[in-house]
């Protein structure tokens, strides 16, 4: 038998009329496929609107009691789905995460799938044509129900691809993984085709197409993603292991991050303590360290590095607080907000040689606070004013 994940997200999800489009899409797929895993997440804005609640009664964290309450959305998305469906003649049921056995680690708002109930789903699928599972949440071995962060159900719906061994379908409201967020830059061109690599690589900068976690986990199994459109028949994007020769470009695609910190510390003396002592801080702080630069010099090192949350605010307060720590033990420390991490990406980077003379072409060397590279991107620490300037400059240099 042929199986397939398809995953719907919220914005598929948000209404009647959405629900009708799924349900099409469903029994279109049902003419290829003889058994269909469907994955939902919660409908349109449930989440946020269950956190905003939370918020109205107290400020303080709950951690199980926040997983507990999220997980609410998914299973309204998937009843629902499943009545509509079985109202039209599909064979089908619905799971939460603890009746599918999704296990997971104990870790409240960011769980990590740690295994799948493979006979279980196994077995439903000889009796249903439809079997449609609440994504974004697991249970742990002690039977607390956790969830698996922004982007969850992503994750969910790879790793039951890679339990079943069959391809995974990612549906919501774009129609594939383009060079750059349309948002940002209306002219960016859709992708037929994207490398793991490529696509793990975009996901960690900041492109919302996909979850990393579940490109990692694709990547690992050799699980061939699609990415399409609810509401379209147009061809989406394929994912799968390499496509270098059919990308001839040495940057395929650009993503950004914005609400970065830029952390500079300088001290006297050759401290070679210093390092640690300013990484120790953050951590302390739970600030998370991203680009990193170190500069030694005989009677002085400088050490400059980026931060970033998505809780900005927050993360503000936290800074605050350790800059105060770092500046009783270096010689200064200045804390810069207000920038933007622009990545490009690409794996014939690692084959091409010049692309940062191209860079520096359209961008004045001035305007770039840092950068890193790997093997496949090249990241620039820029001011979030020109962020969307830099962007469309480097989008034309390389007809993205």
């Known amino acids: 038998m042929k199986f397939v994940v398809q995953k719907y997200g919220g914005s598929s999800l948000k209404d009647k009329k959405c629900i009708?489009?799924?349900?099409?899409?469903?029994?279109?797929?049902?003419?290829?496929?003889?058994?269909?895993?469907?994955?939902?997440?919660?409908?349109?804005?449930?989440?946020?609107?269950?956190?905003?609640?939370?918020?109205?009664?107290?400020?303080?964290?709950?951690?199980?009691?926040?997983?507990?309450?999220?997980?609410?959305?998914?299973?309204?998305?998937?009843?629902?789905?499943?009545?509509?469906?079985?109202?039209?003649?599909?064979?089908?049921v619905s799971f939460n995460a603890y009746q599918a056995g999704i296990r997971t680690n104990q870790k409240w708002g960011r769980a990590n799938i740690q295994k799948v109930n493979t006979k279980f789903l196994r077995k439903k699928l000889e009796k249903y044509d439809v079997i449609v599972i609440t994504g974004f949440q697991g249970i742990t071995?002690?039977?607390?129900?956790?969830?698996?962060?922004?982007?969850?159900?992503?994750?969910?719906?790879?790793?039951?691809?890679?339990?079943?061994?069959?391809?995974?379908?990612?549906?919501s409201d774009v129609d594939g993984v383009y060079t750059i967020d349309p948002a940002i830059y209306p002219e960016a061109k859709k992708l037929d085709y994207i490398s793991y690599e490529e696509m793990l690589e975009m996901s960690r900068q900041g492109s919302g197409v996909l979850h990393d976690r579940s490109v990692e986990i694709a990547q690992k199994f050799d699980i061939p993603i699609y990415c399409a459109s609810t509401f379209s028949d147009k061809g989406g994007s394929m994912i799968f292991r390499t496509i270098e020769t059919i990308h001839s470009k040495p940057v395929i695609g650009i993503s950004v991050l914005?609400?970065?910190?830029?952390?500079?510390?300088?001290?006297?003396?050759?401290?070679?303590?210093?390092?640690?002592?300013?990484?120790?801080?953050?951590?302390?702080?739970?600030?998370?360290?991203?680009?990193?630069?170190?500069s030694n010099h005989t009677e002085n090192w400088s050490l400059s590095m980026t931060v970033w949350e998505d809780d900005y605010e927050t993360a503000q307060d936290t800074l605050e607080e350790a800059q105060k720590v770092l500046t009783s033990m270096s010689q200064s420390v200045i804390v810069q907000g207000?920038?933007?991490?622009?990545?490009?990406?690409g794996s014939n980077m690692r084959k091409t040689v010049g692309v940062t003379d191209m860079i520096f072409e359209v961008i004045p060397p001035n305007d770039i606070?840092?950068?890193?590279?790997?093997?496949?991107?090249?990241?620039?620490?820029?001011?979030?004013?020109?962020?969307?300037?830099?962007?469309?400059?480097?989008a034309r240099r390389f007809s993205l």
Request: hydrophobic residues 40%; glycine residues 4%.
């Open 141 to 171: 071995n002690q039977n607390e129900i956790t969830t698996l962060g922004r982007g969850g159900s992503d994750t969910t719906a790879v790793a039951l691809a890679a339990s079943l061994g069959c391809p995974c379908h990612i549906f």
């Open 20 to 92: 009708e489009k799924v349900l099409e899409k469903i029994q279109n797929t049902k003419k290829d496929f003889d058994k269909i895993i469907v994955v939902v997440s919660a409908m349109g804005k449930t989440t946020n609107d269950l956190m905003e609640m939370v918020r109205s009664f107290t400020t303080k964290k709950h951690p199980r009691e926040m997983d507990m309450l999220l997980t609410t959305g998914e299973q309204i998305s998937a009843s629902i789905l499943t009545m509509v469906l079985q109202e039209h003649g599909l064979s089908s």
């Open 338 to 345: 207000n920038l933007s991490k622009i990545t490009l990406v």
């Open 258 to 294: 914005d609400k970065q910190w830029l952390i500079t510390a300088r001290t006297n003396g050759a401290d070679p303590n210093f390092l640690k002592t300013i990484t120790d801080v953050l951590q302390k702080y739970s600030l998370n360290i991203d680009m990193i630069a170190l």
């Open 369 to 394: 606070y840092m950068i890193t590279t790997s093997e496949v991107s090249i990241s620039l620490l820029v001011s979030s004013d020109k962020a969307n300037k830099t962007i469309a400059n480097l």
